[in-house]
């Protein structure tokens, strides 16, 4: 089994994605027809660059006194405040140092605070104490038609070549701003998110859904963090009653003392295929597929601080969701594989990591023919 599975990640990039560790790069949007073609329907991921320049959001955007007036009136915005800029990710848990999956604060606060709080943190010193507030304006409820409403008038409501070729309207359009603390763990979504950068830049690490074992997703206990304005301080508790969420294990930025402890914990990720690489800067789009594994990274603009829109699309659960759901259900461990605690709990969302069964297939399994239908379909040039 390890042979034929380590096969299937090379067979993807050498048949569908290419050995490169970039992905295509547009010099302009496509057109419906061949965007469902070559992307859409093979799950590939491309850079679309003069995508947005049309947007009067990328110059009115640089301006903080044009942000603050116009969402003056506007309700209160949520504000996700973590101490280190980790929200939605792995953390240790103080008081054993095991892991755990942690969630923000949020909290409502006018758009000119909550902003304020972005850009102060951009000129603290992420070592020192001075700043322990890593403040990100983000909601993925469509956040941006029900919270920033006022500033609809400045980008497209939807993506025209993305919505023609996809058959419907974005589900979710969401908003988000922070500065370069802010940090995304990799994770994988179930919508075709078209991701637009306005100021700063995004820097994205990808993998393909075949690389699923190679993530090392196991069940992690929730916690949640709050924070006390008065003493400025954070807490982290675990969620009652106790629920596990499935997160992928690996960080790919490694610290210089834990390089090769890392490495040695997860040598499917460190040992296997490169991620392919991406930033995306004003006036681009990523397409980013479905159930695609991405890392993200920020750099602010002059201003301070980073903002993005992305419109998230309905996937269509086809067969290729299918394989993939085949794929996770193949029981894969490779022999320099660490043991890892894996929590089963009966908490986890139906379209989580953590819901597969293992059949027990054998080791005749082959990658041959499995390739072309997971992560490309038809690889034809025409």
């Known amino acids: 089994m390890k042979k034929e599975m380590e096969a299937l990640w090379e067979e993807v990039r050498e048949l569908s994605l ?3 560790t970039e992905i295509d790069h547009l010099n302009s949007p496509p057109t419906p027809l061949q965007f469902l073609r070559d992307y859409v329907s093979q799950n590939k991921p491309c850079l679309i660059s ?3 320049l ?22 209160n915005v949520s504000v996700h405040l973590t101490p280190h ?10 008081n054993n140092n095991n892991l755990c999956f942690a969630s923000p604060h949020v909290q409502q606060l006018p758009f000119r605070e909550a902003l304020h709080l972005i850009t102060t943190t951009t000129n603290s010193d992420s070592n020192s104490n001075t700043q322990k507030v890593v403040a990100y304006l983000q909601q993925q409820n469509d956040c ?3 919270e920033y409403s006022a500033l609809s008038s400045d980008c497209d409501d939807h993506i025209p070549w993305a919505t023609e070729a996809l058959g419907s309207l974005p589900e979710a359009v969401n908003l988000w701003i922070g500065n370069h603390r802010s940090v995304t763990s990799f994770h994988k979504d179930h919508y075709e998110n078209l991701y637009a950068v306005v100021s700063g830049e995004k820097h994205f690490l990808l993998l393909p859904p075949t690389d699923y074992h190679r993530m090392y997703i196991r069940n992690y206990p929730a916690a949640r963090y709050s924070y006390s304005q008065e003493s400025g301080e954070f807490a982290l508790e675990l969620e009652k009653p106790a629920r596990y969420v499935p997160w992928c294990s690996v960080n790919p930025y490694l610290s210089p003392e834990n390089v090769e ?7 499917l990720y460190f040992n296997g295929p490169k991620p392919f690489q991406c930033t995306v800067k004003p006036g681009q789009i990523l397409y980013l597929p479905s159930m695609w ?4 990274r920020q750099s602010p603009d002059a201003g301070g601080r980073t903002i993005a829109i992305n419109y998230w699309y309905d996937m269509q659960f086809d067969i290729k969701y299918a394989y993939f759901n085949f794929l996770k259900s193949i029981q894969y461990r490779s022999i320099h594989d660490p043991t890892l605690p894996e929590t089963a709990s009966k908490d986890t969302d139906s379209e989580s990591d953590c819901d597969s069964i293992a059949y027990g297939f054998k080791d005749e399994f082959s990658a041959n023919g499995f390739v072309e239908n997971l992560a490309g379909g038809n690889t034809k040039e025409e």
């Open 85 to 94: 800029g980790n929200a939605d990710a792995l953390v240790p848990f103080p």
């Open 50 to 52: 003069s995508a947005t």
């Open 144 to 146: 941006f038609r029900s």
């Open 54 to 75: 049309h947007w009067p959001a990328l110059s009115s955007w640089s301006q903080d006194t044009y942000l603050t007036q116009s969402l003056s009136t506007s309700p």
């Open 293 to 296: 594994f991405h890392h993200v």
């Open 261 to 267: 402890a890392e490495m040695s914990k997860f040598p």
């Open 18 to 20: 290419g050995n490169s």
